[in-house]
């Protein structure tokens, strides 16, 4: 049985403020029917037998557009609003192609539907987007949405994933603000579209494909996750090692991995994750890259089981002009071939990562037989200590002394570039963030967890909302100025509104 909403919870649209908190008990409620359960979300109603599969690929579409404090009086606004605002600044030209490319699979999935093909897609859309798509009124583009995700006849070829809701890198967002941030996106996605279509969001897209590896951190998220609901984790293929330092296997790239997360305390926990593979070009899935991969890979063992290899890829959905205009043409001109050679169920077919994973397991795949691997530098770390029987002082102590005597070391995790930093130089954002965040719990924490209800005053909503957009990571990417000045004053308000 799906959790209802509270019909007394505050009106967040007349308050200006996005829907990030209040339905906490329900959310959590919808988890535990999930997690007591065995019912798996696309088994039922997938049109893919495993049998007749040797690979599959499952594209994702990463969407994004921060919130700034630049509406024409200083008010919270997208920045989608904010480039249709200035359309001759820089690249706010494309504003509204950027709008089409939002929407566009809405209309995409339909007409490959209609036309005989078996298409997938999964869709990863940041909390920040959203919300702004809602403050301009773009109801065309979440019409469109709303038909592939509420739809039962679509909701075989589509599935979202979970992420932090303003788009917050998780290796340098305070540990207390994760669960915050995945449970933000939770509830603004379930307000848009229903608790029915958030018990169907099993895995997990960081911004960035940023994982952390400082083992404290790692070992938090992967708890916050799994008491979030979700199943697995897509992880950059540089971000994670062997259990032994080294580098996947070349066939482990395409099959499911298991990711173990072991803390200072000698705690361990672990979370399925799927593999992105390559860079982070978007030529990779605007030009279907993943399809063509996958037609020279075939079937592999996990345990006695025979499973499909998956090549897994994922890449912005609307920046730069290959995903502008090449991603139309190559996606229908790719499903059309599938089609047309009678590959719509078998040899190489489009998958979606739930789907794989109740497919393989349904043969009997068992997720505790999946390779396990780490975070990166993970390894030299538990060279020096022993993890099951670790201590904080002994793991800060190893991590100190690697970082003295190897200059590659480094605990900021990794994303999908190895030559940008969401850390070095930002010191300027990144320590008004830790002191607004600290201000916030030391607020609210125990207000909180003396009754629940707190989470349902505007008060609450409006200082969570601040804490959790100075975290954006577009304040810690385009360098200082412009960035970081928007940084700057949402602390200012922030700080305000706590008092």
């Not at 959590?28 to 065995?38: E, G, M, P």
Request: hydrophobic fraction near 35%; aromatic fraction near 10%.
């Amino acid at each position: 049985m799906v959790a209802t909403i509270d019909s007394g919870f505050l009106n967040p649209t007349r308050l200006g403020l996005p829907n990030i908190c209040g339905w906490e008990a329900e959310i959590a409620a919808t988890h535990q029917n999930i997690a007591q359960s065995t019912d798996p979300v696309f088994l039922p109603t997938t049109n893919l037998k495993l049998e007749p599969i040797s690979a599959g690929f499952a594209c994702a579409l990463h969407m994004h557009q921060p919130t700034i404090p630049a509406g024409a009086h200083g008010e919270l606004i997208g920045n989608l609003q904010h480039m249709f605002e200035h359309p001759n600044d820089g690249d706010n030209h494309n504003a509204d192609v950027f709008a089409g490319c939002y929407g566009r699979m809405g209309v995409f999935i339909p007409e490959l539907v209609a036309q005989g093909c078996n298409p997938r897609i999964m869709l990863d859309y940041s909390g920040n987007l959203l919300w702004g798509l809602q403050q301009m009124g773009r109801e065309d583009v979440l019409r469109h949405l709303k038909q592939i995700t509420c739809d039962a006849q679509y909701q075989p070829y589509v599935e979202w994933l979970g992420t932090m809701w303003s788009h917050a890198v998780v290796p340098s967002t305070p540990i207390p603000d994760l669960k915050l941030q995945i449970q933000a996106w939770q509830h603004y996605f379930a307000s848009l579209f229903g608790m029915d279509a958030l018990r169907r969001v099993r895995g997990f897209s960081p911004p960035e494909m940023h994982l952390p590896n400082h083992p404290d951190t790692l070992f938090e998220y992967v708890k916050a996750l799994k008491e979030c609901g979700y199943r697995w984790l897509m992880v950059q293929e540089h971000s994670v090692e062997r259990l032994d330092g080294s580098s996947l296997h070349h066939e482990q790239k395409y099959i499911p991995n298991r990711l173990v997360a072991r803390n200072s305390n000698g705690e361990a926990i672990a979370i399925t994750t799927l593999v992105k593979t390559q860079g982070s070009d978007t030529k990779l899935v605007a030009q279907m890259q993943p399809y063509f991969e996958a037609k020279g890979l075939d079937n592999q063992m996990i345990g006695s089981v025979s499973v499909p290899s998956l090549v897994t890829q994922i890449a912005d959905g609307e920046n730069g002009g290959v995903m502008m205009n090449e991603y139309p043409r190559d996606l229908f001109r790719v499903y059309h071939e599938i089609r047309d050679a009678g590959g719509n169920h078998s040899g190489t077919v489009a998958m979606n990562g739930t789907e794989y994973l109740e497919l393989i397991e349904a043969a009997g795949a068992n997720p505790d037989e999946y390779p396990a691997i780490q975070a990166t530098g993970q390894h030299k770390i538990w060279q020096r200590v022993d993890p099951k029987q670790a201590t904080t002082e002994q793991v800060e102590h190893a991590i100190a002394s690697l970082k003295s005597s190897d200059d590659r070391f480094h605990m900021d995790g990794a994303s999908w570039t190895d030559d940008l930093s969401w850390v070095k130089g930002y010191d300027n954002v990144l320590e008004p963030m830790s002191r607004l965040s600290a201000k916030f719990h030391q607020k609210y924490d125990r207000l909180v967890s003396d009754d629940p209800t707190v989470t349902k005053r505007a008060d609450y909503q409006e200082a969570l909302l601040y804490n959790l957009l100075l975290q954006t990571s577009c304040f810690r990417y385009w360098g200082q100025g412009t960035w970081t000045d928007y940084a700057r004053e949402l602390y200012r308000r922030g700080k305000a509104v706590l008092g």
